[in-house]
């Protein structure tokens, strides 16, 4: 019998060393829950990214990503750790802001409540370049971001896009 209690024990102090580690805000922060507050919190955050991503402006793109070595971004078949080294890559794409990429969102964004306070959000957006001497080229781009509700306000933590080229 005493083993057990004391295995009870311990079981009960992992488990609460585990969700206090978990928990990354304040328990004050309100958790959006339902689909449309998710939607309607960060319908205007993409809006944004977009606007920037039109100025090729990396900073104001990259506001809305969580600025931590754990961000985790994924295109095609490359996986890149950390806001810091995505920043070093969308400079980069961007070609130091003077990209003439033009990005349209393509119909309406998806909106999915995995758990309180974690949304993914999947869009698409098609790309055009007029390109050096000319040569026009676009892509498609199938992006999902997933969003988490921090103190410091909505973040992404996770994303992934797939670019298909046309």
């Known amino acids: 019998m005493m083993k057990v209690l004391a295995w009870s024990s311990i079981i009960v102090v992992s488990l609460t060393a585990c969700s206090s580690a978990v928990r990354t805000m304040p328990a004050d922060v309100p958790v959006a829950s339902d689909l449309a507050a998710a939607r309607a919190a960060l319908a205007p955050k993409l809006q944004e990214m977009l606007a920037a991503a039109n100025a090729h402006d990396t900073d104001r793109h990259l506001a809305a990503y969580l600025h931590s070595p754990d961000l985790v971004f994924v295109v095609n078949d490359q996986v890149i750790h ?33 758990a309180p306070g974690l949304v993914a959000q999947t869009y698409f957006l ?19 971001d997933v969003w988490q509700q ?11 896009e797939s670019v298909a080229p046309y």
């Open 126 to 144: 098609d790309s055009h370049r007029a390109g050096a001497g000319g040569n026009a080229h676009g892509a498609h781009l199938g992006v999902t």
């Open 150 to 160: 921090r103190a410091e306000g909505w973040r992404i933590v996770y994303a992934h």
């Open 82 to 114: 950390g806001w810091d080294a995505l920043r070093v890559q969308q400079l980069k794409w961007w070609q130091n802001g003077k990209s003439d990429a033009v990005y349209t969102v393509l119909g309406t964004p998806e909106y999915t409540v995995l």
